[in-house]
């Protein structure tokens, strides 16, 4: 009778959820709550929240497919891969990486109740944050994973620093970045899309490698986290016209991060004064 009653009327959006979350326990999962289109089920040993949403619209169109629409539903949960194994200790060790934010994200970051994000002060309103690296998901380290790392006497934070700059060196090829233009208007771009384009900056060696190539000061840019631009200060139309577009892209694009130019001087990143 129960199946006879939901087939002959058209279901809300309560009762449409309620109606799937009785399929989804009889079917043999156990579900963690219900709030609202949002179904918690649990999959491996983990909680799943299924939004019923794109459901609910399939059965607004087509309301005689019900029993078809749940049972895609109980066929994508029948599916869903058991996560990866967790990592070796090698593994993370090996993933740890660093990765360029601005302070105004971390300070964002921090309102919500998770536990504070490992950083180090950079320049220009930017930090230096640390994440693990795996193939399926990116973590931040937090201060309780650091006192993890640091539980040893021997190991200190700039070590761990280091290491995490070793690790993106090795990340980091000639295939990461490409030259153009000739004299003082040679440009040498790396445009990632791995989140590290931009923290390549923190490599000295490479910086300096860059700068041998460029005549001049070699200034840069990093709008946001997957663009950097390095180039000479020689030529004020070419320097005035790439500034522009850093403050653009700085104000447009996803994970931002200075609008303003860098230069690479005596060894190091500084921010850059038009009359240095």
Same mark, same amino acid.
């Given at each position: 009778?129960?199946?006879?009653?939901?087939?002959?009327?058209?279901?809300?959006?309560?009762?449409?959820?309620?109606?799937?979350?009785?399929?989804?326990?009889?079917?043999?999962?156990?579900?963690?709550?219900?709030?609202?289109?949002?179904?918690?089920?649990?999959?491996?040993?983990?909680?799943?929240?299924?939004?019923?949403?794109?459901?609910?619209?399939?059965?607004?169109?087509?309301?005689?497919?019900?029993?078809?629409?749940?049972?895609?539903?109980?066929?994508?949960?029948?599916?869903?891969?058991?996560?990866?194994?967790?990592?070796?200790?090698?593994?993370?060790?090996?993933?740890?990486?660093?990765?360029?934010?601005?302070?105004?994200?971390?300070?964002?970051?921090? @309102?919500? +109740? !998770?536990?504070?994000?490992? &950083?180090?002060?950079?320049?220009?309103? *930017? %930090?230096?944050?640390?994440?693990?690296?795996?193939?399926?998901?990116?973590?931040y380290v937090n201060v309780d994973m650091l006192a993890q790392i640091m539980d040893r006497p021997e190991i200190t934070f700039d070590m761990i620093h280091e290491y995490a700059l070793e690790n993106l060196r090795k990340r980091t090829t000639s295939r990461n970045y490409e030259a153009h233009g000739l004299r003082d208007k040679t440009m040498i771009v790396c445009e990632t899309y791995d989140g590290y384009a931009a923290t390549r900056i923190l490599l000295?060696?490479?910086?300096?490698?860059?700068?041998?190539?460029?005549?001049?000061?070699?200034?840069?840019?990093?709008?946001?986290?997957?663009?950097?631009?390095?180039?000479?200060?020689?030529?004020?139309?070419?320097?005035?016209?790439?500034?522009?577009?850093? @403050?653009? +892209? !700085?104000?447009?694009?996803? &994970?931002?991060?200075?609008?303003?130019? *860098? %230069?690479?001087?005596?060894?190091?990143?500084?921010?850059?004064?038009?009359?240095?």
């Amino acid at each position: 009778n129960y199946r006879g009653d939901v087939m002959s009327k058209l279901l809300d959006l309560e009762s449409f959820a309620a109606h799937v979350e009785a399929a989804t326990r009889q079917a043999g999962f156990t579900i963690e709550k219900r709030d609202g289109l949002d179904l918690y089920v649990i999959l491996h040993g983990q909680p799943l929240r299924c939004n019923l949403n794109t459901a609910y619209s399939a059965y607004q169109l087509s309301p005689h497919r019900l029993d078809d629409i749940v049972q895609v539903h109980l066929k994508v949960l029948r599916s869903v891969p058991p996560p990866p194994p967790p990592p070796t200790e090698k593994q993370a060790a090996e993933s740890l990486l660093p990765m360029l934010n601005q302070a105004r994200w971390l300070k964002e970051t921090q @309102r919500l +109740d !998770a536990l504070p994000l490992v &950083h180090r002060p950079f320049i220009a309103g *930017l %930090v230096i944050t640390y994440v693990f690296d795996f193939p399926h998901h990116r973590a931040y380290v937090n201060v309780d994973m650091l006192a993890q790392i640091m539980d040893r006497p021997e190991i200190t934070f700039d070590m761990i620093h280091e290491y995490a700059l070793e690790n993106l060196r090795k990340r980091t090829t000639s295939r990461n970045y490409e030259a153009h233009g000739l004299r003082d208007k040679t440009m040498i771009v790396c445009e990632t899309y791995d989140g590290y384009a931009a923290t390549r900056i923190l490599l000295p060696d490479l910086m300096d490698k860059w700068s041998r190539r460029i005549p001049g000061r070699m200034l840069i840019g990093i709008p946001n986290r997957d663009f950097l631009i390095a180039f000479s200060n020689r030529n004020p139309a070419h320097v005035a016209a790439i500034a522009g577009q850093v @403050r653009r +892209d !700085a104000a447009q694009r996803d &994970h931002p991060l200075c609008a303003d130019l *860098l %230069v690479w001087q005596d060894g190091k990143i500084r921010e850059y004064r038009p009359k240095q």
